[in-house]
């Protein structure tokens, strides 16, 4: 229904906002909202600990937190490799977890983020958190889904609340249907340069327009969580009947989805025809520097890792395996590591065959989890090696050694290196 005040519609983000802070909030004020879900990582809740016990008398035990019900912890940042003193770190994630009634997703679970949707924590209509950057991710669900600090967890950790500006919105509006060559992850890429890492700082994301109905749920993912890499706070998706088909039997409590009035106001609107997409990749160091990937020049590829919150799902791996096998396999010398985004993917992969067909590939096999994406543990290139990887970051030792190159690209343009030993556009394997 139209705005029928004298006021501008609203938007997505200040709809969501408005509903978690209880009451009308635009562009630009500041919102003191109760989160429906928080999930903290390993690598910050820590940190978050130690900020709440500074909120407490001195010499106290900390407390309990103000709504358990509504946190979640994930260690999956660190594993065996990560060394003592991460493990010491996890230890104290997990004591508190359970002394308290926390939600706790185990090591080797997966990604945080991916446990988040999976297991229905995320709910349309509601404000979503992580400490963690690409908890941006949730948006796809039609939920505020925003990166917090350490800081903010402590915060709500003591009083279930935190405070946000709301950001003002660029709308991005989807034509078509993405061509069979082309992914949404090529999407992504040229997104990121046509908007620049730094283009829609503090801005929410809002995909609209014909074209969002085309794109299944992993799609949305995947440019949920790649808005973040363009500097925005949010990148949210309209609820239609697919958000309600991928919820049906996950969603752990009953929602009401949020819709942007039709005259909502809009800092700016870029148009994208997904039928012209085509294969990208984003060269080393930075997540705007992509060009289309028949442009690039033939570079020789060492490592090819297929996995993270952006490119670990079911979908990506199906999408690997079928430029794999038209290419005939791996390349010698090229190193293909393979990362579930959780257990419940492996298990699919598992289920399907496709674990034992990347395995009898030479495929290395990881349980799932965040560790080689930012270095902490998994397999760490070495000096001089290039990867290409269906991850979102590719800046200097994003993923553990700074002597090392990241590209970044789709499940397809990855599986075309491995098969080849060297950048390459799909299309030019297809069967």
């Not at 039709?262 to 800092?267: L, N, T």
């Not at 001089?384 to 994003?398: D, L």
Request: with cysteine; hydrophobic share 45%.
């Amino acid at each position: 229904m139209a705005n029928t005040d004298q006021s501008p519609g609203r938007t997505l983000a200040e709809k969501l906002l408005s509903r978690a802070g209880g009451r009308d909030v635009r562009a630009g004020d500041l919102a003191i909202c109760a989160p429906h879900a928080v999930m903290g990582t390993d690598g910050s809740i820590p940190m978050a600990l130690d900020y709440f016990r500074q909120m407490q008398p001195e010499g106290e035990p900390l407390p309990p937190p103000a709504a358990p019900e509504r946190l979640v912890f994930a260690l999956d940042h660190y594993g065996a490799t990560s060394g003592a003193r991460a493990l010491a770190l996890q230890e104290v994630a997990r004591a508190y977890a359970l002394a308290h009634g926390v939600g706790l997703f185990e090591a080797g679970e997966g990604i945080g983020h991916q446990l988040m949707l999976e297991r229905g924590r995320v709910l349309p209509g509601t404000l979503a958190v992580g400490a963690d950057s690409h908890a941006v991710s949730y948006g796809a669900l039609n939920a505020f889904g925003s990166g917090i600090g350490s800081s903010d967890l402590a915060g709500i950790l003591q009083c279930n609340q935190l405070w946000l500006k709301v950001p003002g919105s660029l709308r991005i509006r989807l034509h078509g249907a993405l061509p069979a060559h082309a992914s949404a992850k090529d999407l992504a890429l040229a997104m990121a340069r046509r908007i620049g890492a730094g283009g829609a700082n503090y801005l929410a994301l809002e995909f609209a327009g014909p074209g969002v109905a085309a794109l299944d749920m992993d799609d949305r993912i995947v440019l949920a969580n790649m808005s973040v890499e363009m500097g925005a706070k949010a990148g949210l998706f309209p609820f239609d009947a697919r958000t309600a088909a991928w919820l049906s039997g996950r969603a752990r409590e009953p929602y009401e989805p949020a819709a942007a009035d039709p005259d909502a106001a809009y800092a700016g609107t870029l148009d994208f025809d997904l039928g012209a997409v085509v294969p990208q990749v984003a060269l080393p160091h930075r997540v705007d520097g992509v060009i289309d990937l028949a442009q690039a020049p033939a570079t020789r590829v060492d490592m090819v890792y297929l996995g993270t919150c952006t490119g670990g799902r079911s979908k990506d791996y199906r999408e690997a395996l079928d430029v794999l096998r038209a290419g005939g396999g791996v390349a010698p010398g090229v190193r293909l590591v393979v990362t579930p985004a959780s257990e419940t993917v492996r298990a699919e992969l598992a289920g399907s065959g496709m674990l034992a067909e990347f395995e009898a590939l030479g495929a290395q096999i990881q349980p799932p989890g965040c560790g080689a994406c930012c270095g902490t543990c998994g397999s760490i290139p070495a000096d001089g090696m290039r990867v290409i990887s269906t991850a979102n970051r590719n800046f200097k030792g994003r993923m553990g050694n700074r002597q090392s190159e990241i590209f970044l690209a789709s499940p397809r343009a990855c599986a075309g290196a491995a098969v080849t030993g060297h950048l390459v556009d799909p299309r030019d394997l297809a069967p």
